[in-house]
Nanobody, 127 residues
Framework: QVQLVESGGGLVQAGESLRLSCAAS????????MGWFRQAPGKEREFVAA????????NYKDSVKGRFIISRDTAKNTLYLQVNNLQPEDTALYYC????????????????????WGQGTQVTVSS
């Protein structure tokens, strides 16, 4: 079983950038497909980005394409989400998640597909 801990969130102004990290322990991230989700106050949790177990394939929510980049550092056993040109609508609690899968190149955009979740890191963007 893998344990996930997010970090890197903060309060920034519109247009600024952050790098969110998701440190894993217990098992290596290369055993899982990974994803980032977010939940804003009063809203449901939504998909942001996904990375296949092979790390060859990615998928993004339309509104973050070209601004967010998901990646993995195998040596550090850490997942990242580089978030650029942040906007107030990006304000949310950001979660990383891991999905057990036998398919190396599949990416998953639904939260129900993921078995393991971190506690989240808060991103707040002021206008």
């Amino acid at each position: 079983q893998v344990q996930l801990v997010e970090s890197g969130g903060g309060l920034v102004q519109a247009g600024e950038s952050l790098r969110l990290s998701c440190a894993a322990s217990g098992r290596t991230l290369s055993n899982y497909a990974m994803g980032w989700f977010r939940q804003a106050p009063g809203k449901e949790r939504e998909f942001v980005a996904a990375l296949s177990k092979s790390a060859y394939n990615t998928n993004y929510k339309d509104s973050v394409k070209g601004r967010f980049i998901i990646s993995r550092d195998t040596a550090k056993n850490t997942l990242y989400l580089q978030v650029n040109n942040l906007q107030p609508e990006d304000t949310a609690l950001y979660y990383c998640a891991a999905a057990s899968t036998t398919f190396s190149d599949s990416v998953y955009g639904t939260s129900g597909r993921y078995q393991y979740w971190g506690q989240g890191t808060q991103v707040t963007v002021s206008s």
